[in-house]
């Protein structure tokens, strides 16, 4: 009955036509502009149409309603029409004709109230408005990643994406030079006010570099885009189990002939770790016991993060400019440890406690030079970038263990290490892009970039049990790394009445070293690969569009994955890295369909190793592994092959004038072909990852979300991930005449967005559940200062990319 109901309503409301004709200063229809149509309520976007070759611009089989269009282009100050009306009487409505200006002229009085969806679907990827999230506000960029579509975080804080690893993780274009616990600390310690959005591209084109199997996270830091003198701050406090506190500013000056800019950020945050391990040995299929362990970390983090910037504009047609970029965080941890050892009958043996700390600190400047010139108005341009990046690192620790028998007596002596390690790292990158459009809708674009990368690793460790340091040898070691990486692509695009095609070769020759002063062990690599892809739009009707695309990439190693040194985390647990690892593979393949405002993917993917890489002068390099029994090592490997098969559904839905709801859903199977520990591996598991965003808009300033999230679990080679869910609110209050803005939220109300496993191999199982502060209470407040005419400060994507991404600890 009720469907019924809907039915007749909708029957009964009438829809009409708008059009409009957009041209320059001299009267002639400008191709391409952007319009979109907007309800002059509250300037939600109802659809957006291009310009033809004559600048006219038409939107079919609209509701009655009142409106008004925003008309933008790249290079013109956007504008606006004044309001009208489509009714009954007025079904066909044709807009007075709009000029669009190259300039900053301040055009129109039409105040406009917009706000983007937190999630928007677009052609070629999924956009996270951060800054349009309430209940983001006050949160870490690891967090805003970890509530995002299709994306997860595990209990090592390795990122996925749609169940796979291999995730690129970008900084306004260009991958940050950081992986593992570095990366970590360094999302930990961001901001989410510093963030302006975040692209999730699972199918980049031949344009980007090759490396990341999975795709590409790109975070695009705000920028002040307005003229003149402006700029924003931010300050907000949150709560947890532990406290945490953000503060950020940006500014920005514009000219004619110059545009100074920058931000600072400031985070403290106290994290937490609360990992339970149940952990059981076997000997050929008999139990040869264990260990229970309950793991409590806590890590206080201060991060201060900068960005300095000045573009120059000599003509109207020519940009060069400089950005540096500075990181600097201090992270501690104090990690208590205690475990219960199980003997082979199951039964209680002894215990022992271990108490460590670190004190670290990380210090990465990044600075750029580029230059950008127009040949014309036709998007003729060629850009080079040339960048250099230092990351350096210390870490001092401390792992004291004690050992007691049941009755808490003492076991043996206590094992007491201290570390004292140091990491440099350094990149430079050169880069350049030429973009060539042609008459009819084509397109050329071509590029190259050569990139070398140097690391140093110098860990030292001292047993101190005795109260006399002694060198550890196991441990101690000095490890230095070296790659050079030449690439070079080529894209072809053509624009058709009813569809649109694009095809694209990429050339990446690798040549990598690897050296370990202890021993004087070395290792080289070298290898050659071509990455073609492929992309097909074709518009079915006005409202229906097929796409297909197909690509090949390549997922190196990340720096820290090479390193050998032998880590201790607990007297039973250690890690170290694998020289000899693999970079991986991946032919993918994505069909999509669009209707309207629904799309749906179908996606396959192949990844295996590389067989026809060269290695040269390798040997064993792995440090000697403790002799005692029931230890176990992490450590990195390649797996034979993994396929890939997946559906993702985009479905934003307008429930009411004030209801907006964004649903999305990736539904996926992975399965994982592998041979590790006497262990073959030849199997995979379905799972889901499902979101729904509300958000509702009321009077005087108020709006309010409303977000949940369900991840089914799956499998990652030897793991088998449990399922978790969460549910979020926040709202938010337009104060102080538009200027300001209030938001508060409580992120994963109920506690439930906890991380749980099983690692199975033949000789050993491990279940883990991590205990994280998922769940804080965030308020926060952002005040908005200067002009207010918009003119876009342009995007750049520099030229250290990879590098940025793969740098080690």
């Not at 201060?302 to 120059?312: A, I, L, Q, T």
């Not at 479905?651 to 859903?665: E, G, L, S, V």
């Not at 199997?683 to 009077?699: C, E, H, L, Y």
Request: overall charge positive.
């Amino acid at each position: 009955m009720t469907i019924l109901c809907f039915a007749l309503t909708k029957a009964q409301t009438g829809v009409g036509k708008i059009s409009v004709m957009i041209v320059n200063d001299q009267q002639s229809g400008l191709e391409n502009a952007t319009a979109g149509l907007l309800k002059s309520k509250d300037s939600s976007l109802v659809k957006i149409a291009l310009t033809d070759k004559n600048g006219v611009a038409e939107f079919e089989n609209i509701r009655f309603g009142t409106f008004l269009l925003k008309i933008s282009m790249v290079d013109h100050a956007s504008t606006y029409s004044s309001p009208f009306e489509l009714s009954a009487t007025e079904s066909k409505i044709s807009v007075p004709k709009i000029i669009l200006s190259p300039s900053g002229k301040q055009l129109g009085n039409v105040t406009v109230i917009t706000r983007k969806p937190f999630i928007q679907k677009l052609n070629d990827r999924i956009v996270v408005n951060v800054d349009n999230s309430i209940v983001n506000a006050g949160s870490s960029a690891m967090d805003v990643l970890e509530r995002s579509p299709g994306v997860n975080v595990d209990q090592d804080d390795n990122i996925s994406l749609r169940g796979r690893s291999g995730v690129i993780i970008m900084i306004d274009g260009k991958p940050t030079a950081m992986t593992g616990s570095d990366l970590a600390n360094y999302l930990k310690g961001l901001p989410s006010s510093a963030i302006e959005r975040i692209d999730i591209i699972t199918n980049p084109s031949a344009k980007y570099d090759a490396a990341g199997n999975a795709g590409i996270i790109d975070i695009r830091m705000k920028k002040d885009q307005r003229l003149g003198v402006n700029g924003t701050f931010t300050a907000g406090y949150g709560q947890g189990i532990y406290p945490k506190a953000n503060s950020g500013a940006t500014f920005n000056y514009r000219n004619k002939k110059i545009n100074v800019f920058g931000n600072y950020n400031y985070a403290y945050r106290v994290g937490l770790n609360h990992l339970l391990l149940d952990r059981s040995f076997f000997d050929n299929g008999v139990y040869n016991g264990g260990d229970l362990k309950d793991n409590y970390s806590k890590s206080p983090i201060n991060s201060n993060s900068s960005r300095f910037g000045v573009d120059y504009f000599p003509d109207k047609k020519t940009i060069i400019g400089f950005v540096v970029n500075g990181d600097f965080y201090h992270f501690r941890r104090v990690n208590d440890n205690g475990s219960i050892v199980i003997d082979p009958q199951k039964q209680d043996e002894s215990t022992f406690d271990s108490y460590a700390t670190n004190n670290d600190h990380g210090n990465n400047v990044v600075g750029n030079i580029n230059f950008k010139h127009s040949f014309d108005t036709t998007g003729k341009e060629v850009t080079v970038d040339l960048d250099y990046g230092s990351y350096n690192s210390t870490s001092l620790t401390e792992n004291a263990t004690k050992y007691y028998k049941l009755d808490g007596s003492s076991l043996q002596p206590d094992y007491v290490l201290d570390g004292d390690q140091k990491g440099k790292l350094n990149f430079r990158t050169a880069k350049a892009d030429y973009v060539n459009p042609f008459k009819k809708g084509a397109k050329l674009e071509a590029g190259f970039k050569f990139s070398y990368v140097s690391s140093d690793n110098d860990a030292k460790f001292f047993d101190i049990s005795s109260g006399t340091p002694e060198k550890d040898v196991n441990k101690t070691n000095h490890f230095l790394y070296h790659e050079y990486n030449n690439a070079g692509y080529l894209n072809l695009s053509k624009d058709f009445k009813k569809f649109d095609i694009q095809v694209g070769l990429r050339g990446e020759q690798t040549r990598l070293s690897t050296k370990q002063e202890i021993g004087n062990v070395t290792f080289d690599s070298s290898y050659f690969q071509l990455f073609p892809s492929a992309f097909f739009n074709y518009k079915l009707k006005e409202d229906q569009t097929l796409g297909v695309s197909v690509s090949r990439r390549i997922d190196r190693p990340g720096y820290s994955s090479l390193n050998p040194f032998l880590f201790l985390i607990d007297v039973s647990t250690y890690a170290t890295g694998n020289p000899g690892l693999l970079p991986q593979l991946t032919w993918s393949y994505e069909l999509s369909y669009t209707i309207k405002s629904l799309n749906f993917s179908f996606s396959y993917s192949h990844t295996k190793d590389d067989e026809n890489i060269t290695l040269a002068r390798f040997s064993e390099v792995f440090p000697n592994i403790p002799s005692a029994e029931n230890v176990t090592v992490q450590i990195p490997i390649n797996l034979t092959s993994s396929d890939y098969f997946g559906i993702t559904i985009a479905a934003p839905i307008r429930i009411t004038k004030w209801w907006n709801m964004i649903n999305n859903a990736d539904i996926y199977y992975q399965k994982f072909k592998g041979n590790f520990s006497n262990t073959t591996l030849n199997n995979g598991k379905p799972a889901a990852d499902i979101r729904t965003d509300n958000s509702f808009s009321f009077k005087k300033g108020w709006s309010a979300e409303l977000n949940g999230s369900l991840n089914t679990g799956g499998q990652y080679g030897f793991m088998v991930l449990h399922s978790q869910w969460s549910l979020g609110t926040g709202a938010l209050k337009i104060i102080l005449k538009t200027k300001g803005t209030l938001r508060f939220n409580v992120t994963d109300i109920f506690w439930t967005n906890l991380p749980k496993a099983v690692i199975t191999y033949n000789n050993y199982i491990e279940k883990w559940h991590a205990f994280r502060e998922t769940r804080v209470a965030n308020l926060t407040f952002t005040y908005r200062f200067g002009n207010n005419k918009v003119q876009a400060s342009r995007r750049r994507a520099t030229g250290s990319e990879e590098e940025r991404q793969r740098a080690g600890n």
